[in-house]
């Protein structure tokens, strides 16, 4: 099957987000929620099982109880809380990191097209800062 670009791809999902999601602003942004929550949880599954506890022994540590952790560890939750996060990294000798990187569809604003900058006296001002009436 190819995309709009001509890619073809034999992977179900993205054959299936191409067909019924791309395009479609509100699916794509709950798709893209639905992904980071899935991410959250499956981060600290890998982390608790990369430092070999239980769900049990994680949550003695983190003060909570293991259904907790199993919460937090279905991909379908999506009640997952900063501080909670910082309980678990802080129990597992990690840190929370928060990152905002740039979305592929979006496009950076341009200069092109803006009015110009407004001075306090209703003059407009150039990039070059001199001022025109």
């Known amino acids: 099957m190819?995309?709009?670009?001509?890619?073809?791809t034999t992977d179900a999902v993205e054959i299936l987000r191409r067909r019924f999601v791309e395009g479609d602003a509100e699916s794509e942004a709950l798709l893209e929620e639905i992904r980071a929550e899935a991410e959250v949880a499956r981060?600290?599954?890998r982390l608790r099982t990369g430092a070999k506890l239980t769900q049990q022994a994680l949550a003695?540590?983190?003060?909570?109880?293991?259904?907790?952790?199993?919460?937090?560890?279905?991909?379908?939750?999506?009640?997952?809380?900063l501080a909670m996060l910082r309980r678990i990294a802080a129990a597992l000798g990690r840190r929370v990191e928060i990152r905002f990187p740039a979305v592929k569809t979006a496009k950076a604003?341009?200069?092109?097209?803006?009015?110009?900058?407004r001075?306090?006296?209703?003059?407009?001002?150039?990039k070059s800062g001199t001022s025109s009436t």
């Open 2 to 8: 190819a995309g709009k670009k001509g890619r073809q």
């Open 43 to 45: 981060t600290i599954y």
């Open 60 to 81: 003695e540590r983190v003060g909570t109880t293991a259904s907790v952790i199993s919460r937090l560890e279905d991909a379908d939750y999506t009640g997952h809380s």
């Open 109 to 117: 604003p341009s200069a092109k097209g803006k009015p110009p900058v």
């Open 119 to 126: 001075s306090g006296n209703g003059r407009s001002r150039s």
